[in-house]
């Protein structure tokens, strides 16, 4: 009886030690701090280097920014831990106006880049507005869909003709645009008109540019130039008018018909000083810019602008 009482007190304490020994490994140690990933990488295609971007585009005018020319902005996408690309959600393109003022957004279109080691691209079309400007510029930030961190730094871009890298204001590739002033794209016309005669989109103004209608001595004209969407020659319905960064009004040709007694004389796109706005009030002889004797009568006018 004594026997059988002392087996069952080992059994019990062999128990009892096995539900110690159990809870022991069941323990847990305390959390960690959350799992964090590496930040998102973009990189100029064009040399790799990092926190960088490179520029492409077609140009009406080789070495040139036009209006209406597309600039496109390319980069390598890299996440080591496979994190979808969302830079382009914090993409801004700008430009600084002719005459100063707060820089103007640019609409893009944006592709991002579809994985790790892809490529996204941000495309604009140099607006009408942009005529002018000396500089075109862009800010992204390295920036994935998911993740911690979340973010990386951000590109600012204040030229987009540099290489030089972050805080040269340049894109850090050596890919690059034309340099500015952005000047007048292919889809731009300019007329001449009668500053009575009120011209404007649609208005059937004489466009003395373009008819045989004569200028006259005393007479006060306008330039005026505007988006030929349908590249007809005239300022119809619907056209924007667009303010040239620079306008200078000339004369040329031989005035022949006007000369009389006076020796001929023959202009070639001869500047008219001072005449740089865009007005003109065609002057009496004495005071004309030809130095003929007529003054400008015989020499046809014109203006060259950009």
Known sequence: MTMNFRVKQVV???????????????????????????????????????????????????????????????????????DADNSLTTVSWSYAPLGGGADVPITATNVPAPNSGGQGTSTITLPIGALGATAIKVTVQEYSATGDPISG????????????GPGGGGGGGTGVTPPGPVVIGGNITGGIFLQSASPAAGSGAVDYARTATNPLVGKTYVFRAWNDANSNG??????????????????????????????????SNHSIAGATSDTYTIPVN??????????????NLKVDFN
């Open 12 to 82: 019990l304490a062999l128990a009892l030690a096995g539900m110690t020994s159990g809870s022991v490994w069941a323990a847990s140690t305390p959390s960690t701090s959350s799992v964090q990933g590496r930040v998102p990488v973009l990189s100029a295609p064009s040399n790799n280097a990092p926190q960088a971007v490179d520029f492409s585009g077609t140009y009406a005018t080789p070495g040139q920014l036009s209006t209406g020319d597309t600039v496109v902005m390319t980069y390598n996408y890299t996440d080591l831990d496979g």
């Open 234 to 267: 005239v300022w119809d319905v619907g056209e924007t008018q667009v303010v040239p960064a620079s306008i200078q009004w000339k004369l040329d040709g031989t005035n022949s018909t006007a000369n009389g007694t006076s020796a001929v004389a023959t202009l």
């Open 153 to 164: 730094n951000t590109i600012t871009v204040t030229d987009t003709s540099l290489s030089t």
């Open 286 to 299: 004495s005071v004309s810019n030809s130095g003929a004797t007529p003054g400008d009568q015989g020499f």
